[in-house]
C-alpha cells in the first residue's frame, strides 16, 4: 500500500520561505516514473506546480513558480520536498504531492497520477 503524506504547511508573510515534504512509504520513489507537486487555490482549480520526469529526469515548474520554487528529493528519506521561496499572496492554498510509477507520457497532467496525498495549507499574508 503505498501511502504519501505531506507536511510542512504553515501561514507566512510575503517574500518568506517555506519547505514542503512529501514522505513515501510502501514503494521506493527512486523508481518513480512521475512525481509531482500540485496546489489548489480557494475556488479554483488544481493546478500543476512542478513534476520530475523519470524518462530525462527533467523538472518542469508552472511559469508563476520558475526561480522560486525548488523540487528536490532525499532517495534514503524515501521523501520529495518543495523548497518555495519568496513567497507571494497568489501562491496561498493546499498543496498535494503525487507520484505514479506507470511508465510512458508526461508528468503535468493531474489524471497522469494514481497516488496522492492529502494535502498541506499553505498560506501567505501580504
Known amino acids: 500500500q503505498v501511502q504519501l503524506v505531506e507536511s510542512g504547511g504553515d501561514v507566512v508573510q510575503a517574500g518568506g520561505s517555506l519547505r514542503l515534504s512529501c514522505a513515501a512509504s510502501g514503494r521506493s520513489i527512486i523508481s518513480t516514473y512521475c512525481r509531482g507537486w500540485f496546489r489548489q487555490a480557494p475556488g479554483k482549480e488544481r493546478e500543476h506546480v512542478a513534476s520530475i520526469h523519470l524518462g530525462d529526469y527533467s523538472t518542469d515548474y508552472v511559469d508563476s513558480v520558475k526561480g522560486r520554487f525548488t523540487f528536490s528529493r532525499d532517495n534514503a528519506k524515501n521523501t520529495l520536498y518543495l523548497q518555495m521561496n519568496n513567497l507571494k499572496p497568489e501562491d496561498t492554498g493546499t498543496y498535494y504531492c503525487?507520484?505514479?510509477?506507470?511508465?510512458?507520457?508526461?508528468?503535468?497532467?493531474?489524471?497522469?497520477?494514481?497516488?496522492w496525498g492529502q494535502g498541506t495549507q499553505v498560506t501567505v499574508s501580504s
Open positions: 503525487a507520484a505514479d510509477w506507470m511508465y510512458g507520457g508526461g508528468c503535468k497532467g493531474e489524471a497522469r497520477y494514481n497516488f
